[in-house]
């Protein structure tokens, strides 16, 4: 069983940089990836970025891409999600998830490619 935690979020003025922390536990994850997804009121929740455990390889969604940044911790087992140049729109909950795959990391943007899912944490961008 995999365990997912969050953390990081809060709140920040537009503009501004947060970093976002996944830790996670219950198994190795040499044949994974893992993604960041965000939540807002009353939408359909959306992908962010991914990264394959095995290599490092990245995807990034457009509205993000530049702005943020995905990345490992090998030694914590841990995934971080920095966030800069935060706009009022960047505001979710944003969630962690983890899954084993093959292939391409663009079809981790799916997040019914993933099994395992972390409780969120709330990112709020204020103009």
């Known amino acids: 069983q995999v365990q997912l935690v969050e953390s990081g979020g809060g709140l920040v003025q537009a503009g501004g940089s947060l970093r976002l922390s996944c830790a996670a536990s219950g198994r190795t994850f040499s044949n994974y990836a893992v993604g960041w997804f965000r939540q807002a009121p009353g939408k359909e929740r959306e992908f962010v970025a991914a990264?394959?455990?095995?290599?490092?390889?990245?995807y990034y969604a457009n509205s993000v891409k530049g702005r943020f940044t995905i990345s490992r911790d090998n030694a914590m087992i841990a995934v971080n999600l920095q966030m800069s140049s935060l706009k009022p729109e960047d505001t979710a909950v944003y969630y962690c998830?983890?899954?084993?795959?093959?292939?391409?990391?663009?079809?981790?943007?799916?997040?019914?490619?993933?099994?395992?899912w972390g409780q969120g944490t709330q990112v709020t961008v204020s103009s």
């Open positions: 998830a983890a899954g084993a795959y093959v292939g391409d990391i663009r079809s981790r943007s799916d997040r019914y490619a993933y099994a395992y």
């Open positions: 990264i394959s455990w095995r290599d490092g390889s990245t």
